[in-house]
């Protein structure tokens, strides 16, 4: 989290103090102007009072532009960190696609199958290995479906786990 301190939606309020610390050093200048002073005249005073306080506000400026580059890298680093969170998260995110697209797709190869039936063949992906649960009716059968899952785009590997039974 950005301080908020160096948060640049604030920078114009940094100019708050530089304006007080102005009229206070100027406050302060006036009321020398009295006093005898290494034997300067009231306007050497004044003149000397203006040069420190420009020289507060040139001090008070640096401060707020190198707090304002501070919360810029801040930002820009923040910035930065959700991107790199949100291409993790899409990757993710793709990654669970896919496995629903070859489950979805093994699933319809069944289904177009005369030999199988998606009703009894469970189909469950994970990172692209596939797992067949359920029965089939020959061992081609069950062969088969290990053929028809392995072609399908995105499968690393097939664990037939399909269980011959007749049809009764």
């Known amino acids: 989290m950005i301080p908020s301190h160096s948060n640049p939606l604030k920078a114009g309020q940094a100019l708050r ?18 006093k005898q002073d290494d034997g300067k005249t009231a306007g050497q005073q004044l003149d000397s009072a ?10 008070a400026k640096a401060k707020a532009a190198a707090e304002m580059a501070s919360a810029g890298t801040a930002m820009k680093n923040a910035t930065q960190s959700a991107e790199a969170s949100g291409k993790d998260m899409a990757a993710k995110a793709g990654e669970k696609i896919d496995d629903l697209t070859i489950t979805t797709t093994v699933t319809a190869g069944f289904a177009k199958d005369p030999d199988l039936s998606a009703l009894k063949i469970n189909v469950d992906t994970r990172n692209g290995a596939v797992t067949l649960n359920g029965s089939a009716p020959t061992e081609a059968a069950r062969e ?25």
Request: glycine residues 2%; aromatic residues 0%.
């Open 144 to 168: 088969k479906a290990t053929t028809l899952a392995k072609d399908v785009k995105g499968v690393s590997s097939v664990d037939n786990k399909l269980v011959v039974k007749a049809a009764s």
């Open 50 to 59: 203006i040069a420190k306080t420009e020289e507060a506000a040139a001090q």
């Open 17 to 34: 103090p530089l304006a007080i610390l102005s009229a206070v050093s100027l406050a302060l200048a006036l009321s020398a102007c009295n």
